[in-house]
T-cell receptor, first 112, second 111 residues
């Protein structure tokens, strides 16, 4: 398997624009996670899904953030409208139940 | 919620020496403690984990110890090599999924 695949790897956008980050989890994994990494706050769990259903979104910073998982092989994290403080590396990760968490290589977002 | 503190924030060791990173956690219900290694431009990768029913676990040059009474756990890397240079994160969880991460330790192995 190719591992967790994220796109885009880098995104530069202007404040107010909509940003969509995409993730393809490892085939067969039934858990999917979105994390955000910044120097100030480290690695933060934003939301996670089990069998495509959102289980805990308490880490989503505000209503500008939304995440969907329409099927077992695809998830999106959307920010609308984006702000400079959203600049970070966003990681998607997937796992089996009680299994190792596999991270993608991340999407580096810069909001000007 | 769970709060994980990690020390030191940076660590420089001579090749061949040992490196030790320490973490403390706040939630006594936590029962799963993984360690991740993150190389530049990559996502974190699990290197070893331990559950609360075990006090120590070893995998070649790396080992993790857990003291549930004191709520702290440590990562030990022996015979360090240049490829051990990376950022290391500890984490804690009570349900395997909602991991709380430490702030990370940047390890530099000097040749």
């Amino acid at each position: 398997d190719a591992g967790v695949i994220q796109s885009p790897r880098h995104e530069v956008t202007e404040m107010g624009q909509e940003v969509t980050l995409r993730c393809k989890p490892i085939s067969g994994h039934d858990y999917l996670f979105w994390y955000r990494q910044t120097m100030m706050r480290g690695l933060e769990l934003l939301i996670y899904f089990n069998n495509n259903v959102p289980i805990d979104d308490s880490g989503m910073p505000e209503d500008r953030f939304s995440a969907k998982m329409p099927n077992a092989s695809f998830s999106t994290l959307k920010i609308q409208p984006s702000e400079p403080r959203d600049s970070a590396v966003y990681f998607c990760a997937s796992s089996f139940s009680n299994g190792e968490l596999f991270f993608g290589e991340g999407s580096r977002l810069t909001v000007l | 919620g769970e709060n994980v503190e990690q020390h030191p924030s940076t660590l420089s060791v001579q090749e061949g020496d040992s490196a030790v990173i320490k973490c403390t956690y706040s939630d006594s219900a936590s029962n799963y403690f993984p360690w991740y290694k993150q190389e530049l431009g990559k996502g974190p990768q699990l290197i070893i984990d331990i559950r609360s029913n075990v006090g120590e676990k070893k995998d070649q040059r790396i080992a993790v110890t857990l003291n549930k009474t004191a709520k702290h756990f440590s990562l030990h890397i022996t015979e360090t090599q240049p490829e051990d240079s990376a950022v290391y994160f500890c984490a804690a969880s009570f349900n395997d999924y909602k991991l709380s991460f430490g702030a990370g330790t940047t390890v530099t192995v000097r040749a």
